[in-house]
């Protein structure tokens, strides 16, 4: 990672400090869910959900499926 000269830094150190930057970030942090907990439980369709729309929506381009040929696989 790249080193910080002094003005990003102070800028940086200043951003921190700001009450309005602060209340911002305290508002997106309540507004934050998981899209794939329902009833605050794990929901696989939901995440696959999820995924797949958020792939179309960067336009993302799926890879053609590759099958795996290894015999002998261990973690």
Known sequence: ???LNDRERVELLDMAAS???RSDMRLLRGARHNPALHDGRM???RLICF???YNEFINHEPKP???IIDRDMKI
């Open 1 to 3: 990672m790249a080193k």
């Open 19 to 21: 009450p309005g930057l």
């Open 43 to 45: 929901d696989l369709d």
């Open 51 to 53: 995924l797949t729309e």
């Open 65 to 67: 499926f590759a099958e």
